[in-house]
């Protein structure tokens, strides 16, 4: 058992680089354990995880997994596990909020700079701060009680890329707020991967009950409510 998971299993909160670091370190294994490129593993663990959160079964879940055998699939396990960590560090349920931040924009960035997936789509996502300063600077927070579950507020990106925008936009707003289903989030994007990315970072934060991310194909119409 390596440094970090001693530490996750202590109940050690990881830094940010450490959270990155070890769903790279995993996403590498799980790519050699099944033969697949980087990009191929990383497609695979979004798939797993936005799955696996919404609770499919084992049936369901397999025609996605093919590829995947079970050293590989252990590792995109254990790697979602520690981006849930990073999310929930005071844990799941109750009145816990999360620790809202991208943290598979970085990886993705990260997984296609390497070998034949070098340079996906001419991928780069804005940072997380740039992403946190924009939605301050857009976001009116001076009244929110005109905003219900009848009627929420509606924040629509679209070029979502990894979802960063979307989850700024619920990071600056008060928790409860949020929780109360008063913040309704949509995103599109011209690769159907980026919009998997992004539900999957929306559902570690608790921000996604049905999916409102799809594939881009122009011309395209507004995504609809």
């Given at each position: 058992m390596?440094?970090r998971a001693r530490?996750r299993?202590?109940?050690?909160?990881l830094t940010?680089e450490?959270?990155?670091r070890?769903v790279?370190?995993?996403?590498d294994r799980?790519?050699?354990f099944g033969?697949?490129r980087p990009?191929?593993?990383?497609a695979a663990?979004?798939t797993?995880?936005e799955?696996?959160?919404?609770g499919?079964s084992?049936?369901e879940?397999?025609?996605?997994?093919?590829?995947?055998?079970?050293?590989?699939?252990?590792?995109?396990?254990?790697?979602?596990?520690?981006?849930i960590?990073?999310?929930?560090?005071?844990g799941l349920g109750?009145s816990?909020?999360?620790?809202?931040?991208?943290?598979?924009?970085?990886?993705?960035m990260?997984v296609s700079?390497?070998?034949?997936d070098?340079?996906?789509?001419g991928?780069f996502?804005?940072?997380w701060?740039?992403?946190?300063t924009?939605?301050?600077?857009t976001i009116?927070?001076g009244?929110?009680?005109r905003y219900?579950?009848?009627q929420?507020?509606?924040?629509?990106?679209?070029?979502?890329?990894?979802?960063g925008?979307l989850?700024?936009?619920?990071?600056?707003?008060?928790p409860?707020?949020v929780?109360a289903?008063?913040?309704?989030?949509y995103?599109?994007?011209?690769d159907?991967?980026?919009?998997?990315?992004?539900?999957?970072?929306?559902l570690?934060?608790a921000l996604l009950?049905r999916?409102?991310?799809?594939?881009?194909?122009?011309?395209?119409p507004p995504v609809?409510?």
């Amino acid at each position: 058992m390596g440094s970090r998971a001693r530490r996750r299993k202590a109940g050690v909160v990881l830094t940010e680089e450490e959270v990155q670091r070890d769903v790279l370190e995993r996403l590498d294994r799980a790519a050699g354990f099944g033969g697949m490129r980087p990009m191929e593993a990383f497609a695979a663990f979004v798939t797993l995880g936005e799955l696996g959160i919404r609770g499919v079964s084992a049936d369901e879940l397999a025609p996605h997994m093919r590829r995947v055998n079970d050293a590989a699939g252990q590792e995109l396990l254990a790697a979602l596990d520690t981006l849930i960590g990073a999310a929930w560090p005071r844990g799941l349920g109750g009145s816990q909020t999360p620790e809202i931040r991208d943290r598979l924009g970085p990886v993705f960035m990260a997984v296609s700079s390497r070998g034949a997936d070098r340079g996906h789509n001419g991928q780069f996502f804005s940072p997380w701060e740039i992403c946190v300063t924009l939605a301050r600077t857009t976001i009116d927070t001076g009244d929110l009680r005109r905003y219900t579950r009848a009627q929420p507020m509606t924040v629509y990106d679209p070029a979502c890329g990894s979802g960063g925008m979307l989850l700024a936009a619920a990071s600056v707003l008060p928790p409860a707020f949020v929780r109360a289903g008063r913040l309704s989030l949509y995103g599109q994007d011209l690769d159907p991967l980026c919009c998997a990315t992004t539900r999957l970072n929306l559902l570690l934060h608790a921000l996604l009950s049905r999916p409102h991310t799809r594939p881009m194909t122009p011309p395209s119409p507004p995504v609809a409510a």
